[in-house]
Structure formats: C-alpha cells, structure tokens
C-alpha cells in the first residue's frame, strides 16, 4: 500500500476456543501490508495453523476482527474472500487433470474459455509445468504436485495467498529449492503471502517479516535479521537458531545494560532487553558464533572460564561443547581458521563475547 | 499351487490339503443350490427334478419352453403368429411380463429415493460436528437389523391408516426405507476416504457449497453412490414379505409372483425367471466390484 495507511490484512483482538474454554489463539494483533510475505512460526500447538484458518474463513473467531482491504471479513464465507490458498497436502482434485484443476477457478468465476486457456497458460509457464497440463495429479511427483497447487492458488490472481507449511511433504533439497521459487513469485507477482511454518530455516529464507507464535500468542513480529540478532525473550531467542542460555540475577542496571550475577557466581554484563529490573532473575542469552574461545582473558570482552567437553569437526568450523558457568551444553562455533586448532578435550580456556551480543531475557522453562 | 517347504511334517501336509478340501466344501454347500436351478430350468418335462434324459444329456430332454412360458402365461392368443401384435399382446397380458415390470419400476423408484436419502444421510453423518452420530446412524440401519416381517408388519398397519397400502407409491417407499442402509453404509465408506481439504480447496478457490458438492465431492464418492444403489435395487428387486403385506395383485413383484407360483401352479416357469434373476445378480455384482476397484484407484491418489 502506497500511502502506507491502511494495512491490507488486519487481524484486531482476535480470540479462538474450540471447546470453550482453552484459548488456542489470545488476543491476537496482526497488520500485514499489501504484498508483503509474512510467516507465521512457532512449534505445533502454537496457533499458527488456527490464525490461517480464521483468515481463510474455515474457522470463524469467538472474538474480535479479521480485516481484508480495509473491509471486516467475519461474515464472508470462505468462498466469497477471493484468497488463494495451498495446502500441506496439496488438495488437488484427483479426478481431474492438471489443466482441469487450473480451470476450476476460473469457471467457477465464470470467465470465457479464451480467457481461461490463457491464465491457465500462464500459470503452468510460471511453475514450469506446461507439458504435464494433461496428468492426472497421481502421475505427479510430490514436488510436482507441489507446483500445480501452487498455480492453481494463484491463477485467479488472488491479492491474498495463504500457505499452509506447502513443502512439509517434500525431501529437504527439493524444500530448499522450491523456497526459492516460491520466494521469486512472490516477488515477480507482487501478492501478499501469509505463510504458515513449523521449519526456521524455511521461515528465515522467505520471508519479509517473522510472526513467531507460541502458546496462542505471538511472542515476537519482526524481520528475519532483527529476529536473529535481537530476540525480544527467551522463547524467541531458543526458537530461532541456536542459543546459549545462563541462568542468573540482574544485580544492577544502567543505561540499558545489565550486571548481571550467574548461578555460578561470575559477573557479567549483558543488554537489559526483557529483565523485571533489579533483582529478578533472567537468562541470558548468548549465540554460539558469537562466542571465542581464547587462552587468556581478553579486554574489552565478558569472559568466563569454560572446560572443553566435545569437539565435532564440521569443516568450515569446529563446533565446540564446552561447561561455562554450570551450563554443559554451552556451544561455541570456532571458525576453522589455522591459529584454532589447537583445541582439545579436557582443556580450560576462556569464554569470551562483547556486552552487545549478551541479552538478559525473561526466565522462561525449558 | 506354490511347493510345500522341504521341513512341512506329514501332519502338516495332511492339514494343508484337507484344508483346501474343507474350502471347497464350503463353497459347494453355499453355491449348489442355485447352480442345481440352472439346468433345471431346461427341463422339457414339468417337474423340479431331473428327469433321466437329462442325466444322460440327451438334447431332447432339454428345451426353452419355460422361458417362452414366461412370456405366454395370461397371454390372450398365445398361438399367434410372432408380430408386434404378439408383443404387446405378452406386454400387457402375460402374468409374468407384469411382475418382471412392477419390479423393475418399484425396484428403480426405490432406489433412486434411497439413494437421495443415504447418501445425503451419509454426508451429513460424515461431518464432524453432527451430534449424537452414532445414535442416529443405528436408528438408519435399523431396517437391516429388525426382523423384516415386523418392519413390514407395522408398514402395513400405518400405511393402511394412510391408504398408502396396496398402491405403489407404498410398496416404493416400503423397499426405500428397506434399502436406504445399504447406501448409508456404502457412501459412508467411501467418505472415509475423502479427503476434507478437498471441499476447502474448492472454497477457497471460490466455489460454494453447491459447486463444491457436485463438482468436487459427487464425482468422487459417486462410486459408493451407484454400488450403494444397486444393493437398494437388488433388496427391492429381491423383496417378498414387504409385498405380501403391502400391495396388490396389481403391483406383483416378480418374487411375489414366484409365491403363487410355487404355492397355485407348480410349473418350473419360476426356474426359467430364477436363472434369469441369477444372471442379472451376477452383472449387478460384477459392476460393483468394478466400481469398488475404481474407487480404491481415485482414493489412493490422494496424499493423506
């Protein structure tokens, strides 16, 4: 949207209860701009999959508004909303060809056949499956089946598609090659996509911004490099790629950084983002390639003394499990550069990081 | 028959091929009364039992005479020459021609009402938000399971209240209600396989509820809609105790007609029909096994 005022698809106080009682969804606040690609994230359970469902018009919400172009769409059925939509399992229609499955929409729509041989055309042109317009979707591979319900969501030119984790089926090269593509006609058609996932990687390569759900709320919205580098709690933070975690209490603060005393007894400073203030507990959080492993301390640096326990050598770099601070699963990522090989099991250097690349979070159980 | 393995004890063969033995037994006692009916009804001679010309297989002990009997009987000129006249004359007159008419067309009315019924009872059950599911679909099958001279018993008190006795439309609904299980249970089975996301497909790619039904969910579950109708045929096409109490000599079935056939005239006519009935059972089975292997091949298509 140009004048950047109204978002295209809003989500206002949105609740859900199957049973009445548990809320899968609490007070869902959602704007999303008119072609933006949104994800949703988080684990199974979490109501990603439930928010898509109230948006596609499947699941009706106890309480509050789903907006789409500025209109309230709670009392629109699922086939008035014109959003496109794929799903986990395809859903194409067996008993039709490919082409067939394609033309559904369109003469549904009642569009002239000219019309409909050329968007269907176009559709197969763009998932490049012109040559198999006369299959019946069991001749299909799962990729290809993939791609089909792919051009069907999109031949009626939907202004909305959704996606329900479309590559949850697919073997992990042909996930990550059809990321891209689906990332490119996203970009080519210019459409607005709500993405719904289980997978981070998948999430982090696709999209524009980043809704990471967790227990019917979402914890953070953001895009991916924010989401990476500045998780706003712990759940975010041990969702989102990998993370060390060390328990402790913020003993002071001051000009947004944390002093904070660890379990263990160390002090370290870290970058107050989600603490309760003086004298609560927090977990800080620390990324594994984010850490170096030194001989002596170093200036300029929080350091705490570690006890090598694993080494996996991964090529481009070694990965290192180390005890710090009473965490034995503490992991550092040692880039595999000539002057790191000495490391070995059972030695005792030193932990270090910057105060930046420290964060005090909420305690949250693991 | 693929080898016994080399370490098979003597009692162990000694099982596997009196086992094979039993099977066919078993086979004979269920298949034997109808295949006995077969060449009984080429019998020349008016009796239900094997004369001994035809135990030696001499051609003149057979003949068609009681398939051409199925046309005579009742005829006004029977002897006529064969013409159009002679046709119309068995159309209309000859005792069976009636029956074998009065049961194709009650036997089709009932089941295009049944199969309305239980498949549009199938979907409705198959949802999950449909309350007291099981309760209801017991009360729907019912008629299978509740002796059918009571079912039939009681339709004939009330439809009598109603003057739906002794007319057609009557003995129709009777073999609907009597048929209507059969296609609950076969649509029921084949919605198992159905996919729901496919109903969501096609909302979501803007078609409403009544596109999605006949252009998604029909041609898919169509299948357990035709084997299912052709069981409610065949319950009607087969049906005597509801007709003995319900209709009159006007809407004579062909069993009822077999009835007092058996009971007033004794003439092997009723052989020549029954193998005909035998023949049409086995097409009728045939198709839908034929439908039953078409519909495994569509479900199997879809990812579950």
């Known amino acids: ?366 | 028959m693929a080898q016994l393995p080399p370490y098979t004890t003597t009692g162990e063969r000694v099982w596997h091929y009196s086992f094979r033995v039993i099977c066919g037994l078993i086979f004979l006692f269920l298949i034997l009364p109808v295949l006995i009916v077969l060449p009984l009804s080429f019998n020349v001679e008016p009796y239900f039992s094997f004369t001994p010309g035809m135990l030696a297989f001499d051609p003149e002990a057979y003949s068609l005479r009681w398939y051409k009997d199925i046309f005579r009987n009742g005829m006004a000129a029977p002897d006529a020459p064969l013409s159009l006249a002679w046709f119309a004359d068995a159309w209309n007159n000859a005792q069976w021609m009636r029956a074998i008419r009065n049961s194709f067309f009650i036997g089709i009315c009932a089941m295009l009402l049944s199969t309305a019924l239980g498949t549009l009872a199938a979907i409705g059950l198959s949802r999950s938000e449909m309350p007291y599911r099981r309760l209801i679909m017991s009360i729907l099958i019912s008629p299978m399971i509740v002796p059918l001279v009571i079912t039939a018993a009681g339709m004939f008190f009330f439809y009598s209240k109603i003057q739906l006795s002794q007319t057609y439309l009557g003995v129709i609904m009777a073999h609907a209600i009597l048929g209507t299980p059969f296609v609950i249970i076969t649509v029921t089975a084949t919605l198992v396989g159905f996919d729901k996301s496919l109903v969501r497909a096609a909302n979501s790619l803007g078609a409403g509820p009544i596109q999605t039904f006949f252009k998604i969910q029909m041609p898919l579950i169509i299948p357990g809609v035709i084997s299912g109708g052709l069981f409610a045929f065949i319950t009607s096409f087969d049906e005597v105790v509801a007709v003995l109490f319900l209709a009159s000599p006007e809407q004579r079935t062909i069993p009822r007609q077999m009835w007092s056939g058996i009971r007033e005239q004794i003439s092997p006519t009723i052989l020549a029909v029954a193998t005909l009935l035998v023949l049409l059972s086995i097409i009728l089975l045939t198709v839908i096994e034929l439908l039953r292997r078409r519909s495994e091949r569509l479900r199997g298509v879809t990812p579950s």
Not at chain 1, 81 to 89: K, P, S, W
Request: aromatic share 6%.
């Open chain 1, 1 to 366: 949207m140009l004048d950047g005022s109204d978002p295209f698809v809003c989500f206002r106080n949105v609740q859900k209860s199957y049973d009445g009682e548990t809320l899968v969804v609490k007070n869902l606040n959602l704007e999303i701009e008119s072609g933006e690609f949104v994800t949703m994230l988080g684990p199974s359970g979490s109501g990603k999959t439930t928010c898509l469902m109230m948006l596609a018009g499947f699941e009706t919400a106890t309480h509050g508004e789903i907006e789409l172009g500025g209109k309230p769409i709670n009392n629109i059925p699922p086939h008035k909303r014109g959003i496109g939509m794929v799903f986990q399992n395809y859903a194409l229609f067996p008993h039709m060809t490919v082409a067939e499955n394609l033309t559904f929409p369109l003469k549904v729509r009642g569009m002239s056949s000219g019309e409909i041989d050329e968007k269907v055309g176009r559709a197969l042109d763009m998932v490049q499956m012109r040559f198999f317009a006369d299959r019946k979707p069991a001749q299909l591979s799962g990729g290809q089946q993939q791609r089909i319900a792919l051009a069907r969501a999109l031949v009626f030119e939907p202004e909305l598609v959704l996606m329900d984790e479309p590559l949850g089926a697919l073997d992990k090269q042909l996930r990550e090659h059809m990321q891209y593509e689906i990332k490119h006609i996203h970009e080519n058609l210019g459409v607005t996509v709500v993405y719904v996932t289980h997978d981070q990687s998948e999430a982090l390569t696709m999209s524009n911004r980043i809704a990471v759900f967790d227990d019917g709320v979402i914890q953070q919205l953001a895009d991916p490099v924010t989401l990476y580098e500045k998780p706003e709690n712990a759940f975010v933070a041990q969702f989102i790629g990998e993370n060390n975690t060390l328990a402790g209490t913020v003993t002071s603060l001051s000009g947004g950084v944390a002093s904070v005393t660890l379990d263990s007894g160390d002090a370290v400073k870290a970058l107050a983002i989600n603490t309760d203030g003086k004298g609560s507990a927090t977990q800080l959080s620390v990324r594994p390639e984010r850490c170096v492993v030194t001989p002596k301390k170093k200036a300029g640096l929080s350091s705490l003394k570690g006890r090598i326990e694993e080494l996996i050598y991964l090529g481009d770099h070694i990965r290192c499990r180390m005890t710090v601070a009473g965490n034995d699963e503490f992991i550092v990522k040692v880039p595999n550069t000539a002057d790191q090989l000495g490391l070995q099991i059972g030695a005792e250097p030193y932990v270090g990081w910057q105060t930046d690349d420290c964060r005090a979070l909420d305690v949250k159980d693991a």
